[in-house]
């Protein structure tokens, strides 16, 4: 199989987590327990991870792991950016710009200082309303934070409390 096709596949694959992974509402207490949720999955791991969430530009939960250094903040923001610009995942994003057979930094036409497309930022989507921000992962390789962030989301919707 192609990297051409490997990342259209890797697309479709993206998409359909982004159709599942929706809430049906997200405050602030929902931001402590998804964010306590994703640090609880990383420490069982021994996974140096910085943690994010915000929602309509306020940072709502950030905890940083033993481990990690400033640079992972600055990864949280701009693969952050990337949602709020595109309203999809960061891993979405970049996938979709390898599948046409260029990259993201090559083609976005956007400062690579700002914005990230690597994955590790979902979107914060609930259902009724939309993109309304975005939890994020950085620490980890790409495809592993962005497993990571997947991983909490699904089991923060089988709870009764979501």
Known sequence: MSEH???????????????????PRFGNDDAWRLGCLIADLAQERGAAVTI???????????????????????????KCRVVERY??????VGTRFRAKGSSFEESSRLDPDRYAAHGGAFPIHVTGTGVIGAVAVSGLPQAEDHALVVEALERYLSTAGA
Not at 6 to 23: G, K
Not at 55 to 60: E, K, V
Not at 87 to 92: E, H, N, P, T, V
């Open 5 to 23: 096709t490997d990342a259209m596949s890797q697309v479709a694959e993206l998409e359909e987590q982004e159709r599942r992974l929706r809430l």
């Open 52 to 78: 994010g969430v915000q929602r309509a530009g306020q940072r709502l939960f950030h905890r940083a792991l033993p481990g990690t250094s400033p640079d992972n903040d600055a990864w949280l923001e701009r």
């Open 87 to 92: 309203g999809a995942s960061s891993f979405l």
